[in-house]
């Protein structure tokens, strides 16, 4: 059977990065790896999950293990639905749909509004998985750099005359920079999709992980109108997860956005896995209605605030000069520019030959650029490790 002759066309635009083959070789505890946007498994809450499972299972019963309605548990759509409500924002469950993390929720929105020839600006160096999750859509990418300070958003206004129909964005601790978008940006950015009639993509994975700084209003609330009849609306399409700040391997995100925009993607996610996981989803709120969310947070600050602190400190004390990075107020990356004559791609077989792991910088830009840069993850390993890891990295350099 020759199935290449099989496979679609787009298959062709789906690629295997670098971060998928670097995960073979970081899942190895020998490795200390700086490559995947991993949480630290040690801080997982295994003893109040146990509890809370135990507690779903006497309330619920075979109910929590059985099919459920593909928007999600209304409960938990209610819980999501007020955390995000404000005087000015007033968010209903209708608005709310619940994921199997927010990687699901990306796809969702690449499948309902973009087809081949649409154009979407994105970040440059931007979030990989969304350029797998989209680039078989036949999307044309329009990419626009990223600083110190977010996306640029003075140099999207000229390539409207391209007319996008979206941007992507992450506005807080981006990935792969660890930039946070200013407030005159986040207006600015808004302003261009009230405008123009554009969407806006806000994946706001981080947000609740700040270690430094005052936290800025999403592009959600700056957006956001009621009218009269007190029902939403907004051109941002918000996707959030519980995978950084509760654990991953639950894998329930949500969207929160128009109720048209929410009928089209639930339908979308009936074809692809007619629900999220029903005792996940049971977990997750068991947890919520525990208070476990802001009991846990304040030691997830407190942890990945002294690694990236450590990450910094170590790269200060051992990477060469000439070389630079950001210094991220939260989430989990930062960013280093090395010398124009280093290559960090060829860097890395030497790095892993010292069991040593990071991703580098030019898998995640649209144009060729970012050779001589590299994502560093913190939040995985612990000081130690870390400066060891930094060490080892800087004698390489």
């Known amino acids: ?19 998928r083959e670097l995960m073979k070789v970081t899942s190895r505890p020998e490795v200390i790896s700086f490559a995947g946007g991993l949480p630290a498994a040690d801080l997982f809450p295994v003893a109040q999950i146990k509890s809370a499972l ?31 409500s404000l005087a000015r924002l007033r968010v209903a469950r209708e608005n709310v749909l619940i994921t199997t993390g927010a990687q699901q929720a990306l796809d969702l929105v690449g499948r309902i509004l973009l087809q081949k020839g649409d154009r979407v600006i994105v970040e440059n160096p931007t979030y990989l998985a969304l350029l797998s999750a989209w680039r078989p859509t036949g999307v044309e990418f329009l990419p626009v750099a990223c600083d110190a300070h977010g996306i640029q958003a003075e140099k999207c206004k000229p390539l409207m005359k391209l007319k996008p129909k979206a941007l992507y964005c992450v506005p807080n601790f981006q990935n792969p920079k660890g930039a946070t978008l200013t407030l005159s940006r986040r207006k600015k950015l808004v302003a261009l999709a009230r405008q123009h009639s554009m969407a806006i993509i806000e994946d706001n994975p981080y947000s609740e992980l700040r270690y430094s700084g005052s936290a800025l209003p999403n592009l959600l609330e700056l957006d956001a109108r009621n009218g009269a009849s007190s029902e939403y609306e907004s051109h941002v399409i918000y996707a959030g997860t519980f995978s950084k700040v509760l654990m991953p391997g639950l894998r329930v995100g949500w969207v929160i956005a128009a109720r048209p925009v929410i009928e089209k993607l639930t339908l979308a996610k009936q074809a692809a896995d007619l629900h999220t996981s029903t005792l996940s989803q049971h977990l997750a709120l068991e947890l919520l209605r525990r208070g476990f969310l802001e009991e846990f947070l304040p030691t997830l600050r407190e942890q990945y605030g002294r690694r990236r602190d450590a990450m910094l400190e170590a790269l200060e004390k051992y990477f060469p000069k000439g070389a630079t990075w950001t210094t991220p107020e939260g989430g989990f990356f930062l960013w280093v520019t090395l010398p ?25 830009h649209l144009n060729g ?29």
């Open 369 to 397: 650029e970012g050779k001589n840069t590299m994502r560093l993850n913190f939040t995985n390993a612990p000081p130690a490790r870390i400066e060891e890891g930094i060490r080892k990295l800087g004698r390489l350099l």
């Open 1 to 19: 059977m020759n199935w290449s002759a099989c496979f679609a066309q787009r298959t062709a635009l789906m690629k295997s990065g670098a971060l």
């Open 54 to 84: 135990s507690a779903v299972l006497a309330a619920w019963g075979g109910q929590a293990l059985q099919y459920s309605e593909t928007p999600g548990l209304p409960e938990l759509r209610d819980w999501i639905a007020g955390r995000f």
């Open 340 to 364: 124009k004559r280093v290559n960090a791609s060829q860097l890395l077989p030497a790095a892993l030959g010292q069991r040593v792991a990071f991703v580098p910088g030019e898998e995640f």
